[in-house]
T-cell receptor
């Protein structure tokens, strides 16, 4: 069945270091991928997204890499700060350009990022 | 420009009672999605609604759960005769169009005692 999963449940880094959070997906029809940040007691907050026709996308301090060959997604956070401490989820959505369930987000289990000062 | 609003933020119900969760989408958004999150897990899709229509309820249990998004007012997720297994965080998201970025609310944390 369709699933989105993460390699590591926890990641601890020192302030100022770069963080890399990985995600594997199994649905080859996935067209759109999103990374969310969820702080304790809050809802998921959009960080960055990428479509399947791209390999890399950069935002402010964050970069998402997509490897469709091995169905792998990663989130890189540069110069990690204490405020980056949260659970990070990858999510995928089906074919946004077509029909079917192109609105349903499928979430991975999450990685807890802890930034040590 | 207010974001997605959910209330209550915390809800405690005894087994057998009813729970009503409310979601007001962002202004201009007519698409609403409900997700459930169990402790230390990712969010799971429950239902997708547009104004006055249920588009996809495939992720919602067939018994005891219902959702609506009336022409006027917030979207409501209703859980009848709650059981302990219903304890979870319930998140609502909204989007301006069908296959567009979804903005999440702060969630309602339901505890069934």
């Amino acid at each position: 069945g369709e699933s989105v999963g993460l390699h590591l449940p926890t990641l601890s880094v020192q302030e100022g270091d770069n963080s890399i959070i990985n995600c594997a997906y199994s649905n080859s029809a996935s067209d759109y991928f999103i990374w969310y940040k969820q702080e304790s007691g809050k809802g998921p907050q959009f960080i960055i997204d990428i479509r399947s026709n791209m390999d890399k996308r950069q935002g402010q301090r964050v970069t998402v890499l997509l490897n469709k060959t091995v169905k792998h997604l990663s989130l890189q956070i540069a110069a990690t700060q204490p405020g980056d401490s949260a659970v990070y989820f990858c999510a995928e959505m089906g074919n946004r350009g077509g029909g079917g369930s192109n609105y349903k987000l499928t979430f991975g289990k999450g990685t807890l990022l802890t930034v040590n000062p | 420009n207010a974001g997605v609003m959910q209330n209550p933020r915390h809800l405690v119900r005894r087994r057998g009672q009813e729970a009503r969760l409310r979601c007001s989408p962002m202004k201009g958004h007519s698409h609403v999605y409900w997700y459930r999150q169990l402790p230390e897990e990712g969010l799971k899709f429950m239902v997708y609604l547009q104004k006055e229509n249920i588009i996809d309820e495939s992720g919602m249990p067939k018994e005891r759960f219902s959702a609506e998004f009336p022409k006027e007012g917030p979207s409501i997720l209703r859980i009848q005769q709650v059981v302990r297994g219903d304890s979870a965080a319930y998140f609502c998201a909204s989007s301006p169009y069908r296959a567009d970025e979804q903005y999440f609310g702060p969630g309602t944390r339901l505890t069934v005692t």
